[in-house]
């Protein structure tokens, strides 16, 4: 099994900027993927992005040009740096971990959850 426990979450005023930090412990070596998902009371779950073993990236259209997700492999640590925040932002954020099909595509849904943390935009 995989353990994720997301950190870094808090309320920031719009325009500002967060890192979200989540460790991943356990059976590390056999997770593929990675991703930031958000959700916000009454609203399924949106996905934000993920990052592949490659390091290949991709993201939510709602997020390109002002989120970055990048990895530390040797802390097992996954960010999410959130710039120009909006209200729209705010929400729980969930760090995931799961399988990689392919150089850039992630087996859905991911596996490994953590237990989230809030994120205030306002």
């Known amino acids: 099994d995989v353990q994720l426990v997301e950190s870094g979450g808090g309320s920031v005023q719009a325009g500002g900027s967060l890192r979200l930090s989540c460790v991943a412990s356990g059976a590390t070596q056999d997770i593929g993927c990675m991703g930031w998902f958000r959700q916000v009371p009454g609203l399924e779950r949106e996905g934000i992005g993920s990052i592949d073993s490659d390091g290949d990236t ?65």
């Open 58 to 122: 991709t993201y939510a259209d709602s997020v390109k040009g002002r989120f970055t997700i990048s990895k530390d492999n040797a802390k097992n640590t996954l960010y999410l740096q959130m710039n120009s925040l909006k209200p729209e932002d705010t929400g729980i954020y969930y760090c995931a971990a799961g399988d990689q099909l392919r150089r850039g595509v992630c087996a859905r849904p991911f596996g490994y959850w953590g237990q989230g943390t809030q994120v205030t935009v306002s």
